[in-house]
């Protein structure tokens, strides 16, 4: 085929949006088109929660709307050469499972994780393990993936390292300030969950603030209300801040946002979190970094990436300015990968998609029957579930 290939990314949520607006360009520049077709029951038409990266989609190609109910048939409509899963989910599994069965030309399907995962990798690798190009973030990734092949019968000859698309562009901070000045604490709405660890992490914030009034302390939020992130908050920080405040009023050094964070980050002399991917931009940038570990290492925070990265650090040790020194620089090859090195390889089989019309779908017998396993077993939790409830309720 000729060297310009048609590409419709599909998806959902901010996240994903972004690795669109990331990449785009650069198939864009090497001849490509792109379009982009949106899930609107994650949430809506208002998906993109950065009001810039929906103008800058919008630069670059056009823009139409799905459910995953007419999903596979907006894919079909679009007539494109490849199909970029910019989503999770069974649906990537359902699109390529009707091409499947259908028969006919097929485009070629990628799907890629929209950073640090967090729920268990098995899950994520099951939605994707169908898609003809896998696309992961780190080394240690595509060895769990493969470790997930190889248990289950599957083939990983469709796994690609490409590095987090995030990290595209990104250079190492000129200088970061030796003293503490600005502190930036990235929030996740569901790490930590509960709302007993989510009140001892507002009063961590409160008390380090009133403990060092002349840093700034920026605590950075999701959007206001939750409902454009694949994971809405059960307790809001913000809220919780205030309540652990005295007086109910924030400390003056002490200021919550909502907007990008990229400003926030780029002179930030510290960045605390659990296991946000805004925290592998921050390591890649120089700046100094600090994973909170008092909640535990759990596979449900995503933070298991960081374990052992020689980041580690404690309310206690933060509040003391007993600081991590730096990544280990093993780990540190390991996790954290920049994605420019692979893309004219990645590009190069989106121009050969052609070879891809006719071929059967790579793990299609695996994905059908692990797939069916899963319905059997959501149906008899279900049935436990009535039958516990029937005897609690009566």
């Known amino acids: 085929m000729s060297r310009k290939p048609k590409i419709l990314f599909v998806i959902s949520y901010d996240a994903y949006a972004d690795i669109a607006a990331r990449l785009a360009p650069v198939f864009l520049s090497k001849g490509a088109s792109v379009q982009y077709?949106?899930?609107?029951?994650?949430?809506?038409?208002?998906?993109?929660?950065?009001?810039?990266?929906?103008?800058?989609?919008?630069?670059?190609?056009g823009f139409?709307?799905?459910?995953?109910?007419?999903?596979?048939?907006?894919?079909?409509?679009?007539?494109?050469?490849?199909?970029?899963?910019?989503?999770?989910?069974?649906?990537?599994?359902?699109?390529?499972?009707?091409?499947?069965?259908?028969?006919?030309?097929?485009?070629?399907?990628?799907?890629?994780?929209?950073?640090?995962t967090l729920y268990r990798?098995?899950?994520?690798?099951?939605?994707?393990?169908?898609?003809?190009?896998?696309?992961?973030?780190?080394?240690?990734?595509?060895?769990?993936?493969?470790?997930?092949?190889?248990?289950?019968?599957?083939?990983d000859e469709n796994a690609f390292l490409l590095g987090f698309p995030s990290l595209m562009g990104v250079q190492p901070r000129a200088e970061v300030s030796p003293s503490l000045r600005t502190i930036l604490f990235i929030d996740q709405n569901v790490v930590p969950y509960s709302k007993g660890d989510r009140t001892a992490l507002s009063r961590f914030l409160v008390d380090y603030?009133?403990?060092?009034?002349?840093?700034?302390?920026?605590?950075?939020?999701?959007?206001?209300?939750?409902?454009?992130?694949?994971?809405?908050?059960?307790?809001?920080?913000p809220k919780l801040l205030l309540s652990s405040s005295p007086g109910g009023v924030l400390p003056r050094n002490l200021v919550v946002k909502y907007d990008a964070p990229q400003e926030a980050l780029g002179r930030c002399d510290l960045c605390l979190g659990f296991a946000s991917t805004l925290l592998i931009n921050a390591v890649s940038r120089k700046i100094p970094t600090a994973i909170i570990?008092?909640?535990?290492?759990?596979?449900?925070?995503?933070?298991?990436?960081?374990?052992?990265?020689?980041?580690?650090?404690?309310?206690?040790?933060?509040?003391?300015?007993?600081?991590?020194?730096?990544?280990?620089?093993?780990?540190?090859?390991?996790n954290i990968n920049k994605p420019e090195a692979a893309l004219d390889d990645l590009f190069e089989i989106f121009v050969n998609a052609a070879a891809y019309k006719r071929r059967p779908i790579l793990n299609a017998c695996f994905a059908e029957k692990y797939w069916s396993g899963y319905?059997?077993?959501?149906?008899?939790?279900?049935?436990?579930?009535?039958?516990?409830?029937?005897?609690v309720g009566g």
């Open 37 to 61: 077709l949106f899930l609107e029951r994650d949430s809506g038409r208002d998906i993109v929660v950065n009001g810039t990266l929906t103008k800058a989609l919008r630069k670059t190609g």
């Open 64 to 116: 139409s709307y799905a459910s995953d109910g007419n999903l596979a048939a907006s894919v079909r409509a679009a007539a494109c050469d490849v199909v970029f899963f910019c989503c999770s989910g069974r649906r990537i599994w359902n699109v390529t499972r009707e091409f499947e069965q259908s028969g006919g030309d097929r485009p070629l399907f990628v799907s890629c994780f929209a950073g640090v």
């Open 121 to 155: 990798q098995d899950v994520g690798f099951s939605h994707r393990v169908a898609s003809d190009i896998v696309l992961f973030n780190s080394k240690n990734n595509v060895r769990d993936y493969k470790k997930f092949c190889k248990k289950h019968g599957a083939s």
């Open 209 to 237: 603030a009133l403990a060092w009034p002349d840093r700034e302390l920026i605590v950075q939020c999701r959007d206001h209300s939750g409902h454009n992130s694949a994971h809405p908050p059960k307790y809001q920080l």
């Open 293 to 334: 570990a008092d909640f535990g290492w759990k596979a449900s925070f995503g933070n298991l990436l960081f374990q052992g990265s020689g980041l580690e650090a404690t309310f206690d040790g933060i509040r003391n300015d007993v600081l991590p020194t730096g990544p280990d620089p093993e780990w540190l090859d390991a």
């Open 375 to 391: 319905n059997i077993k959501r149906r008899v939790r279900f049935f436990l579930r009535k039958v516990r409830n029937l005897f």
